[in-house]
């Protein structure tokens, strides 16, 4: 395939002729990244099969991780699921259009190579005028898992999802880089209380003061998780080595330990002051609050392969609100990194 086009729109009000052209892309079984206030997607139109199979082929992702549906209306969900249970109805008048998935049971049409077989279907309203649009206009749903190769760092701007797919895919909509930075909170609604399948851009904080109290997936006793939250993810090429918060003695050891050997040593910091010893320019201190740290956690990962480090030095954030997402995303980068734990 010749090189990916992308084309840029404006953010609030996207140009239709664009949204023409990508929406007849998809019609024809092309594969479409599209902008989403968490990261972006990678998109076909979700009863198209042999699109949907693409997908799963141009990533390298495992077949039974099943995708996102991604509607502009509650007409579309009506279409994937025939009851949806109040703590759902809630939540998605609450927070939708936003980072939220909502798993529900699936309809019958909905094709088993989106859902992986399940009996469940994952479902999300994305906060985006150009990925809204592009749904009406398609007419139809889209599925979309975040537009990076399977095990990379999550795509939060265009150029990340070129830079991983470009000649693999037909075309890239540019509307900025992503406003939140992490994938949505996937919960689980078939039970009650709900479940949270993955932490992510809607803090359980807020979830409960809409809902009560929920589970999580993670640490209740049934261990249940996102079939996608048990592969390998989130991970730089660098090794993930995580230092506790403010402490600045083991991050200067680290920092001086792994450089002594010859490593090019990176790091992202938020509260430790950096050490004289250690250069500015190695990494990023991220000094405006979690929500800055969360959105650019993914592009600092990727910019630290950019520049070949071999070492990346992460400070932990305190794992309330939005840490949640970004501490979950931080312990599977230094899992999957760690040599010796591979
Ligand atoms: O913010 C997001 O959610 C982004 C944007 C593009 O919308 N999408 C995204 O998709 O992160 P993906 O495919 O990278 O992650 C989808 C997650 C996976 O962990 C998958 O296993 C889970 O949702 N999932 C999908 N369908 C499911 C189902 N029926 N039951 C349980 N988990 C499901
Ligand atoms: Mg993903």
């Not at 479940?195 to 997936?217: M, S």
């Not at 979690?290 to 650019?296: A, G, P, S």
Request: hydrophobic content about 40%; proline content about 8%; charged content about 25%.
């Amino acid at each position: 395939m010749p090189e990916t086009r992308i084309i840029s729109l404006s953010p609030d009000h996207p140009e239709p002729q664009v949204i023409r052209h990508a929406a007849a892309v998809l019609r024809s079984g092309g594969l479409v990244a599209f902008p989403t206030e968490t990261v972006y997607g990678l998109g076909a139109d979700a009863f198209n099969e042999r699109a949907v199979r693409r997908i799963f082929e141009v990533k390298g992702r495992p077949a039974d991780n099943p995708l996102i549906v991604h509607i502009a209306s509650y007409g579309q969900l009506a279409d994937l699921t025939d009851e949806l249970p109040p703590a759902g109805e809630k939540l998605a008048r609450s927070f939708w259009p936003g980072p939220l998935t909502l798993v529900v049971h699936g309809s019958e049409g909905i094709p088993d190579v989106v859902t992986a077989g399940l009996d469940t279907v994952a479902v999300r309203m994305p906060d985006n005028a150009v990925t809204l649009e592009l749904i009406r206009e398609l007419g139809s749903p889209i599925v979309g898992p975040s537009a990076n190769l399977s095990g990379r760092p999550s795509p939060t701007a265009a150029r990340h999802v070129y830079d991983d797919l470009n000649g693999k895919i037909d075309l890239i909509l540019d509307a900025g880089p992503a406003r939140i930075g992490v994938e949505s909170t996937v919960i689980d609604v078939t039970s009650d209380p709900p479940v949270i399948l993955r932490f992510g851009g809607l803090t359980r904080e807020r979830i409960e003061r809409c809902v009560g109290p929920v589970l999580d997936g993670g640490s209740d006793d049934r261990g249940r998780r996102s079939p996608g939250t048990r592969h390998r993810h989130y991970a730089p090429r660098a090794q993930v080595i995580l230092v506790d918060r403010g402490d600045a003695q083991t991050f200067e050891r680290l920092f001086r330990l792994h450089s002594a050997a010859g490593k090019k040593v990176g790091f992202i910091v938020h509260s430790i002051a950096l050490p004289p010893t250690v250069p500015c320019d190695a990494g990023t201190s991220v000094t405006q609050g979690v929500e800055q740290y969360t959105r650019l956690l993914f592009r600092l990962m990727r910019e630290m392969d950019a520049r070949k480090a071999d070492v990346l030095l992460v400070e932990r954030v305190e794992e309330t609100g939005l840490g949640r997402a970004v501490m979950d995303r931080l312990v599977r980068a230094a899992r999957g990194s760690a040599p010796e734990q591979a």
